[in-house]
């Protein structure tokens, strides 16, 4: 029998959250959250996630781009894919195409927030499948 895959959820939207959680679980992924920036790196250093699904704009100490920056400096967890998740076009008129961010940073994937239950979950097995394993 095969482990089933791990997925962090860091998002400030605990109602968000709790959907996600739920299309990931009945899609029987072992799925575990946090609530901000500075739990998210503490979960994904303690709990090794095969994929972290990372809102941009949180609301605190830390952004969605400096999670993703630090994750993907850290030796451990750099081979961890990481979807961006969020409503930024819609809020901010912006625009944040796939590999956002810093050069050998980026997330790998980014989509629009609100994301059809189907949508997400054809992003997180693509991401899953393709992902290289730790280096």
């Not at 920036?37 to 605190?60: F, H, N, S």
């Not at 400096?73 to 590999?99: A, E, N, Q, Y």
């Amino acid at each position: 029998m095969t482990a089933r895959a791990k997925i962090l959820l860091v998002d400030d939207d605990q109602d968000l959250v709790a959907v996600l959680h739920t299309v990931l679980e009945k899609a029987d992924y072992e799925v575990f959250s946090a609530l901000s920036g500075a739990e998210g790196l503490a979960q994904a250093r303690t709990q090794k996630p095969d994929l972290i699904i990372l809102d941009v704009m949180l609301e605190t100490e830390h952004t969605g781009f400096q999670v993703c920056r630090e994750l993907k400096s850290d030796p451990s967890l750099r081979h961890v894919p990481v979807l961006f998740l969020s409503c930024i076009r819609t809020k901010k008129g912006g625009w944040c195409p796939r590999g956002c961010g810093v050069e050998g940073m980026a997330a790998d994937d980014f989509a629009d927030k609100p994301i059809r239950p189907s949508d997400l979950l054809a992003r997180v097995q693509n991401l899953l499948q393709r992902r290289p394993g730790p280096s």
